[in-house]
């Protein structure tokens, strides 16, 4: 299909540790461009871990992760996780001892001051260690700096956790917007049923992984 941008064929993982099991068996999936995909399953299923083989942060057991129908392992890695995605991680990643503004600006060129307003940060936190800032303004800040930049895959980990209802809409209209107006791949694992029923697909993690937790 001409607008796939992801695939992974056969995609089997387990962590390396003592006793190892896998944590994703024999998953195949495809993810297109201008698409919106949520990705829900129960605590421990592996959807963080599916995140980051998507994100080139670590690669499978076995299978293949197909970036554009090349395999990411065959192409530049860092350039791929530089370039091509933007991952707001569980834990929000931010850097303590930056203010707001600076961590938007770690991910490259790119206007803070708009970005922050775009997720709900008012001015006067943009000066401030993100520290001092709640759980749920760390998150937007992290959403913030994935935004910056012109990735076509936009990874998020439970982006809405922590957000009350409004801040959640406002960061679902975000993340449509991304898909729908700008054309990435957006994947967003959650737990949130408007966050579904928001997405064009969503993906049932057991529904496509054979390994048994
Ligand atoms: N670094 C690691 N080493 C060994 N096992 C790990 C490691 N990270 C995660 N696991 C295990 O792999 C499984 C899948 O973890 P993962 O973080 O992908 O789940 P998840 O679906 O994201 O869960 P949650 O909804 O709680 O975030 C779990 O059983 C977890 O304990
Ligand atoms: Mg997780």
Known sequence: MDNQILRLEDVSYAYRS????????????????????????????GKTTLLSLLAGLDVPTSGKVLFRGTDIRETDLLAYRRNSTSLVFQSYNLIDYLTVRENVLLKGPCDP???LNRVGIGSE????????LSGGQQQRVAIARALAGTSEILLADEPTG??????ETSIIKILTC???KDGACVIVVTHSSRVCAAADEVIELSTINKAVS
């Open 178 to 180: 991304c898909a729908h």
């Open 18 to 45: 003592k006793d190892p099991r896998y944590v994703l068996r024999d998953v195949r999936v495809e993810f297109r461009k201008g698409t919106m995909y949520a990705v829900t399953g129960p605590s421990g299923s």
């Open 162 to 167: 922590n957000l009350d209802e409004e801040t």
């Open 113 to 115: 001051d708009e970005l």
């Open 125 to 132: 936190l943009w000066g401030r260690s993100v520290l001092k």
